[in-house]
């Protein structure tokens, strides 16, 4: 219905909205209740009329009774015939008129036919018309003769003085409405003003809090269950970005200072080139320190938009079947080859083949990153054992280590960029500060989460879980060391 309401005729307010519908409901059902009283008071002005025709119609039967008994009632009626002001009719047992006073309707076709189908059939009472189209209401009453056919009264009477009853009836209910409604409006309209008072209150003092006051909540007291569910819900919003504008903020501070440090370093060696009219190619300038740097820089760019690619949404096109046991013995090895010179054995233990649904080289760079995590903070001649098995219907992929640990106080905060929980995390030990970030970030895009456990000192253990599917073969515990 409000589909085919032009926008600009539409109420644009909620206050006026609310007042519209209240009006239409009380509307409607006033109307409903004036159109009982209509019928209900039809229906008793009709039986009234009902009830004195038939009166009527009887006592016409007694007053003339010697006349309709008589041989010939046709003649006997003309020489003694009803008051004029009466509207009778009387009627053969066949439906043949042979008398009708002057005062009795002139009925139409349709009206006679049915006067004499009401004689034939003895019908009560019955509605007909007469030729100008009046309704009238038909009383018949029959008057039985010894040995002959029985003779049928007919009574009319116009049922227009009950449509101009209910005419009036019906204008007095319509200003009876229309008072109703205007006083129920503004009723309404303060009833929906109190009402939302609390919402205007919330409102100006949601426009109040500024961008750099996001630490304010609303404290808004409203005596209504409804209004402050709504508060809650804003106040949970607005926890949720100042959240959101901290880890921005953290996030351009952190990337800045990660940027500019091989920025710094890039222009100092260009700034002594310039000075001094050297090249790097005179070997004055520690051209293997700016490659580093440069290289850095272009990891550190490649993995922030790696990162707002995953944050996104916009890793995984073309899903696939990955065989996470067969990836992690791929990883492994590669791991492997890495840990040499630490002296480090990465060791492999299979419980379960599970199958998941993703991208296999994301998948791959999650378990080499963690790998590659594990052997940096790992002590020399110690061991990384990377997992694989199932639990609780998924997929379960570990890294264990034995290195310097994380602290209780930073585990909830490993996965933010650039975090580094401690100086043995630095950026002297390699890596641009996003690889947590990034696993964490392309597990969620895969439908899985990332679980931390560590203890200072000791070491860490990284748990990834993942939907799984059945394996297409069946999972045989094994374990494999390299």
């Known amino acids: 219905m409000s589909s085919a309401i032009p926008p600009r005729l539409r109420p644009s307010t909620l206050r006026t909205r609310l007042v519209l519908w209240y009006l239409a409901m009380l509307g409607l059902a006033l109307s409903a209740l004036a159109g009982v009283v209509l019928a209900a008071q039809a229906r008793a002005l009709y039986r009234e009329l009902d009830a004195a ?6 006592q016409l039967a007694v007053e003339r009774q010697s006349a309709l008994l008589s041989i010939d009632p046709r003649q006997a009626l003309l020489e003694d015939p009803p008051p004029a002001l009466t509207p009778v009719s009387i009627r053969q047992a066949s439906g043949e008129e042979i008398f009708r006073a002057s005062a009795f309707p002139d009925l139409d076709w349709a009206g006679r036919g049915a006067a004499a189908v009401a004689a034939r059939e003895a019908v009560r009472l019955l509605t007909v018309s007469d030729a100008r189209g009046a309704t009238f209401r038909l009383a018949t009453w029959l008057v039985r003769r010894p040995g002959t056919a029985p003779l049928a009264v007919q009574v009319a009477a116009s049922t227009g003085p009950i449509r101009e009853a209910q005419g009036r009836l019906a204008i007095g209910l ?3 409405v229309i008072i109703v409604l205007a006083v129920a409006s503004f009723g309404g309209n303060l009833i929906v003003r109190r009402a939302l008072a609390p919402v205007d209150a919330v409102v100006g003092r949601v426009e109040r809090i500024q ?6 909540r609303l404290e808004v007291p409203t005596g209504s269950e409804e209004v402050d569910r709504l508060v809650a819900t804003l106040n949970r919003m607005l926890d949720r970005i100042e959240a959101s504008v901290r880890a921005a903020r953290r996030f351009a501070g952190d990337a800045s200072h990660e940027l500019q440090t091989p920025l710094a370093a890039l222009r100092g060696a260009l700034e ?13 300038v520690p051209t293997t320190d700016l490659l580093a740097e440069v290289d850095h820089l272009s990891a550190l760019i490649r993995d922030l938009r790696f990162l707002a690619l995953a944050e996104a949404g916009q890793m995984v096109e073309r899903p696939e079947p990955v065989d996470l046991a067969a990836l992690a013995a791929e990883c492994a090895e590669i791991a492997q080859a890495l840990a040499e010179e630490k002296a480090i054995r990465v060791g492999l233990w299979l419980t379960a083949c599970p199958v998941v649904v993703g991208s296999p080289t994301l998948l791959r760079r999650v378990v080499l990153n963690l790998l590659e995590n594990a052997l940096r903070y790992s002590a020399a001649a110690t061991q990384v054992t990377l997992s694989v098995g199932t639990a609780k219907g998924q997929a379960m992929l570990s890294v264990l280590d034995h290195g310097c640990g994380i602290e209780t106080a930073d585990l909830p905060h490993i996965f933010e960029p650039f975090y580094r929980a401690d100086p043995a995390r630095a950026r002297d030990s390699g890596g641009t500060g996003l690889g947590l970030a990034i696993i964490n970030e392309i597990v969620r895009l895969h439908g899985g989460q990332v679980r931390v456990s560590s203890t200072p000192k000791r070491g860490s253990t990284f748990v990834v879980y993942l939907p799984a599917r059945p394996a297409a073969s069946p999972s045989i515990p094994s374990i494999k060391t390299a």
Do not use: K, M, N, T
């Not at 025709?53 to 009887?58: C, K, S």
């Not at 080139?273 to 004055?284: A, E, F, K």
């Open 174 to 176: 319509a200003f009876f």
């Open 272 to 284: 002594i080139c310039l000075r001094q009219g050297q090249s790097p190619i005179d070997g004055r």
């Open 53 to 58: 025709l038939a009166v009527q119609a009887e």
């Open 211 to 216: 961008a750099g006051q996001l630490q304010d």
